[in-house]
């Protein structure tokens, strides 16, 4: 479950906000293209649920240079919401899985080409590197594209939930507009400095 923009974590956004603007100050190349974000994202997992592997901004290379699923999401920032030392990570499950960088698949067979369309028919480049356990007032940072690939472990433990509060950060690129049509995604977009300009591409959706 999801929900957008909910009440409560303007301070929370606004201190994460200021991490990425030092980080963005200090010279971080990765994150040099970034002035805005969507509006936080808060998730609950319950027993059972889990989200598979796969990256924020899948900007798969097609011909013509940008996939159908390319986004402006340049940085994923998450800040876990559970009580202080409520978590065991070996008996709830849960544990953000982090993979090594992700690549298109060379030599992609026929019944592939689909799925290559949209960015998802690759190849693994790694095994996973870490498993981060959402333990309470963590706040992880990695990047959106396919050098970060990720996973939600499934939650383990009965009547066992999972809230975590997401923010991407992002770049001047046009939204997509599939964010627009799949009921799941909140394209507006919040400038990074200043209150006052226009984002482009900024749907709502």
């Not at 699923?69 to 800040?79: D, E, H, I, K, Q």
């Not at 690549?103 to 095994?127: P, Y």
């Not at 959106?144 to 991407?168: G, K, N, S, Y």
Request: glycine letters at 8%.
């Amino acid at each position: 479950q999801v929900c957008w923009d909910p009440d409560g974590f303007g301070e929370l956004s606004a201190r994460t906000d200021a991490i990425v603007r030092l980080l963005r100050a200090a010279d971080c190349p990765a994150l040099a293209a970034v002035v805005g974000r969507q509006k936080p994202m808060l998730s609950r997992y319950a027993a059972g649920d889990f989200f598979r592997r796969h990256v924020d901004n899948d900007c798969a290379p097609v011909p013509g240079g940008r996939g159908p699923r390319c986004s402006p999401r340049v940085l994923t920032a998450v800040y876990y919401l559970q009580q202080a030392g409520a978590w065991d990570a070996s008996a709830d499950g849960g544990c953000l899985r982090l993979y090594g960088p992700q690549c298109a698949t060379a030599d992609s067979s026929e019944e592939d080409e689909e799925e290559e369309a949209v960015g998802v028919g690759r190849r693994r480049c790694a095994d996973a590197q870490a498993d981060i356990a959402p333990v309470a007032d963590r706040l992880v940072l990695f990047l959106a594209d396919q050098r970060c690939p990720h996973e939600v472990l499934p939650i383990l433990r009965p009547a066992t939930q999972r809230f975590a509060l997401t923010i991407w950060y992002t770049d001047a690129s046009p939204v997509p507009e599939f964010w627009a049509t799949s009921g799941t995604h909140d394209g507006t977009l919040v400038p990074l400095d200043g209150e006052a300009c226009d984002m482009p591409g900024s749907i709502s959706g």
